[in-house]
């Protein structure tokens, strides 16, 4: 049988999280009303793809994320170090419903456009397909 959800979020980074967090407040219950499929191996989303002499607090910087005040960073961290950890603490914080890896090949629509659930096909120990009623696309660049 084929899990149905009320929403599914693709992607981890900022957007994904935020649009996680979004969800909740609105009182969708993790894992039961909606999951998010993140195709990295672990928190970070685009930032922990950057180099290591990378670093916040000079010329770069990140928004909190709503519920959680991101402070001052540790300007001798990479980057990819700090927003990762960050990131990864948010998802424990909110007990956010994150799969991963678990990189999403497609999205259909059976019924037809703008009607019915959406097919969510993607790759998790294996290909596997949920259905949801609402898909947040926050896959990045
Ligand atoms: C060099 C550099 C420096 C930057 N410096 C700053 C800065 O100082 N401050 C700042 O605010 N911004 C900065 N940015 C921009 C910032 O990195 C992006 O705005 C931010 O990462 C976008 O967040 P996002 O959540 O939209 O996407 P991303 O962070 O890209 O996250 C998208 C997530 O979706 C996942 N994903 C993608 N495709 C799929 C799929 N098919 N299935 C499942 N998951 C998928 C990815 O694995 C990823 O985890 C910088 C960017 C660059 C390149």
Known sequence: MT???RAVVIGAGQ???AAS???LTRGLRPWHDFVVLDANDAPGGA???RWDSLTL???HGIASLPGLPFGKAD???????VVADYY???ERKFGLPVVRPAPVTRV?????????PLRVEYEHEGARVLTTDVLLNATGT
Not at 108 to 116: A, F, I, K, L, W
């Open 57 to 59: 607090g000079k010329a």
């Open 3 to 5: 899990t149905h959800y």
């Open 21 to 23: 967090h979004e969800l």
């Open 108 to 116: 259909t629509s059976p019924d037809g456009p703008r009607r019915g």
């Open 88 to 90: 990864g603490d948010y």
């Open 47 to 49: 930032w922990r793809h």
């Open 15 to 17: 957007a994904g999280l």
């Open 75 to 81: 300007e001798t961290v990479p980057a990819s170090v």
